[in-house]
């Protein structure tokens, strides 16, 4: 009963959808996703983004969502409980654990930067720059030693702080806030945004026939990104799932889920860009679209102060709900694996994972994680991390536990834990089609591309 105690269940099943959705909603929404359909020129890339949500993130949520509340375990558990003791599928249950350690560790740090950029806003010190200037602050807080182990240290202070306080009394408590706080933020900054004279052209980029841009390896960034967005493949739907009551509807949470994460990602492209064309900026300005280009363009404008407050914050708000959910699933596998204490399981993993994110906080300032480490690997420490989450540990994880789910887990349970709780099951066919066939299809397609096949 001790454990039960610890581990938790979420108060409603609301509770649930919004700490899901943060989970999903994150820096992947508001601060990836627009910079990629700028480079990937807009239009169709978006079109086939919301394709691989439907068709493949989709399942695999289901998936994970079903194997937390049947197991009633984290991802490592999950996958002993559910095959057997020392099977090797249980290595996917690590591979979670494992990728919510590196993404956590490199996500805090861009965190961070919007923590600062935060403080800069409310501070008025963005106010009046240059172009020259907002560039250059961008690359002096990215080459400052001081402020990103500043504000890594102050982001994963709070992440460890919500995860302390248990999953009804801090996640899904802070959920109920951040949610709807976030989509407040985003629709203010939707209003504005639809008065500036860039809006129509915004709108024919996003949501307009453009294909001028598209290659193969945008259609697998798309599908990466679908991975990275919904939280999948890093065990943070399964350890939320084992917290879901038992009669509740995982497949209408999952589309619930899908739709909201979607959604925040088309409005974070509608706020950004119509700020973009009406400044004269190039969409494919790259990761720095958000830090360069909202700064220079809000600070020129009556009120920029205090937009540009309210859109750092929103970042802030979003990376935080994702930050949770990863630190949850480290936490949870030490409480029900190891039988920490929550508080104990918390500090301890937080702190880890803060120590594990120095060398890509100081990937912008040290020679030993920064540029010699980029001179002899090609990439810097931040980078690795991020490339090695988003090309390897996220797409196969989701591979592994569709085929799992598709083809492992004994057929009488898989088909009573889709069905439970939910009347959508006519669609129990088509989702474990798509988890045999059109998941690991997919995942093989961006293994090809990351090895430079494709």
């Given amino acids: 009963m001790a454990q039960e105690a610890a581990r938790g269940q979420w108060h409603s099943r609301l509770g649930f959808v919004l700490a899901a959705a943060g989970s999903a909603v994150g820096l992947g929404n508001i601060w990836k996703f627009p910079y990629i359909t700028g480079e990937s020129g807009g239009g169709f890339f978006v079109l086939i983004y919301l394709a691989c949500v439907l068709l493949v993130g989709l399942p695999i949520m289901t998936a ?14 999950a996958f002993r ?13 690590w591979l979670g654990v494992v990728a919510a350690f590196v993404i956590l560790s490199y996500y805090s740090v861009v965190a961070g930067w919007a923590l ?9 010190a963005l106010a009046g720059m ?51 706080a976030m989509f407040l933020a985003l629709l203010a900054m939707l209003v504005y945004g639809v008065q500036l004279p860039g809006f129509g052209r915004a709108l024919d980029f996003v949501f307009g026939a453009h294909s001028e841009k598209l290659t193969a390896a945008s259609i697998l960034e ?11 493949g890093m065990g943070a739907m399964l350890t939320y799932g084992s917290y879901f009551e038992r009669e509740g509807d995982a497949v209408k949470a999952s589309i619930a889920i899908g739709v909201l994460d979607s959604v925040v990602a088309l409005l974070a492209c ?20 958000v830090f360069k280009g909202v700064p220079m363009a809000l600070g020129e404008l009556p009120g920029g102060q205090l937009l540009s407050s309210v859109f750092f914050l929103l970042l802030v708000f979003a990376a935080l709900t994702s930050a949770i959910s990863l630190l949850e699933v480290a936490t949870a596998y030490f409480i029900d694996e190891r039988g920490w204490p929550r508080r104990r399981a918390a500090l ?20 030993l994680f920064g540029a010699g480490m980029e001179a002899a690997v090609g990439r810097n420490f931040f980078d690795l991390f991020d490339y090695l989450a988003s090309n390897w540990m996220l797409p196969l994880g989701g591979m592994l536990t569709a085929l799992f789910v598709g083809y492992r887990l004994d057929r009488a349970l898989r088909e009573e834990e889709f069905m439970r709780g939910t009347t959508l099951g006519k669609l129990y066919r088509s989702w474990l089609g798509l988890l045999r066939y059109a998941v690991p299809v997919g995942m093989a397609f961006v293994f090809l591309n990351a090895l430079g096949v494709l």
């Fill in 81 to 93: 409980t559910l095959s057997r003791r020392g099977s090797p599928w249980v290595a996917t249950g």
């Fill in 348 to 367: 301890l993993t937080g702190l880890t994972i803060a120590v594990l994110g120095v060398p890509s906080a100081l990937s912008g300032s040290s020679e």
């Fill in 64 to 77: 994970e969502i079903i194997l937390g509340r049947a197991a009633q375990r984290s991802p490592v558990g």
């Fill in 222 to 232: 798309a599908l990466g990104h679908s991975f990275f967005t919904l939280s999948l």
């Fill in 130 to 180: 240059s172009t020259e200037q907002v560039g250059e602050t961008f690359g002096a807080v990215y080459s400052s030693p001081r402020l990103n182990l500043l504000w890594h240290a102050v982001f994963m202070a709070i992440t460890i702080g919500v995860v302390w306080a248990g999953v009804q009394r801090g996640i899904e408590r802070w959920a109920r806030v951040l949610m709807p």
């Fill in 270 to 289: 509608m706020v950004l860009f119509p700020i973009t064309f009406s400044h004269g900026m190039e969409p494919a300005a790259g990761p720095g679209l």
């Fill in 116 to 124: 600062h950029y935060t403080w800069l806003s409310i501070s008025g």
